[in-house]
């Protein structure tokens, strides 16, 4: 036996194997792996405060791809902009049966292939040539910051996107400029996320939604006195 082979394979040291633990973390935090039954969970990419990152709850997502996919009528093209997890509730419940884009700035969720499309909204009307002007019957959009200038440049996409349907999920504050910007109305609707945050949120349509039909959270009923 020679000396190597008595020495055994080599080992890495602890030092070395924390690091190379790390970096596969840090691998599968950038490059997901998305292949499983599960690739379009509500979390399955996590959040990323950094990025402005808040999910909603999986029902809110749910109602607005459903909203989005009744205003889009059957065959519709539907764009979600920085609203990821509406088009992974459209692919997890409708799969191939909707045409549907995810506009992020995360590249984590190019994980998705040919539906994803790299967009940051400092640069609203650089957009990829496959994308045609106009050729969306909705875009449904969550801006990442409540500052009009944010709200401002990413309706400059929706503008460009959209055949004419809008849903826009923003803070409550931003109810004017919304307006103003993109002529759309708040909803009843009040969407939720997975976490507690400190501003109020709400839907905003220019047609004629479910969304503004009824109101997301039963009230309990009022006891009269006894
Ligand atoms: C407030 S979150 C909206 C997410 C939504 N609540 C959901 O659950 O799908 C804002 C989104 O904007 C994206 N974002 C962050 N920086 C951006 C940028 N510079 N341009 C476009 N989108 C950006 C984030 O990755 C995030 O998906």
């Not at 809008?166 to 009843?188: D, F, H, N, P, S």
Request: charged share 25%.
């Amino acid at each position: 036996m020679s000396d190597s082979e008595e020495e055994g394979p080599p080992q890495l040291s602890s030092y070395a194997l924390a690091a190379l633990q790390e970096f596969y973390a840090e691998q599968q935090q950038h490059h997901p792996d998305l292949r499983g039954d599960d690739k379009y969970n509500i979390g399955i990419i996590e959040e990323n405060w950094q990025l402005s990152q808040f999910w909603y709850s999986p029902e809110t997502a749910l109602r607005l791809a459903e909203d989005a996919v009744a205003a889009a009528g059957e065959g519709g093209r539907i764009a979600c902009v920085s609203a990821p997890s509406v088009y992974q509730k459209l692919r997890e419940r409708h799969r191939d049966a909707v045409s549907v884009c995810i506009f992020e700035y995360d590249r984590r969720f190019a994980a998705y292939g040919e539906d994803f499309v790299y967009y940051d909204y400092k640069n609203p009307v650089d957009l990829p040539e496959r994308i045609a002007t106009h050729s969306f019957d909705i875009v449904v959009a969550d801006p990442p910051y409540l500052s009009e200038e944010c709200l401002r440049k990413m309706s400059e996409t929706i503008k460009l996107l959209t055949r004419g349907k809008i849903l826009l999920c923003t803070g409550a504050v931003m109810e004017e400029a919304a307006a103003k910007l993109l002529g759309v109305k708040m909803c009843k609707f009040i969407p939720e996320h997975t976490r507690t945050l400190g501003n109020e949120f709400r839907c905003f349509v220019n047609y004629d939604s479910g969304l503004d039909r009824d109101l997301s959270v039963q009230l309990p009923v009022q006891e009269g006195p006894k």
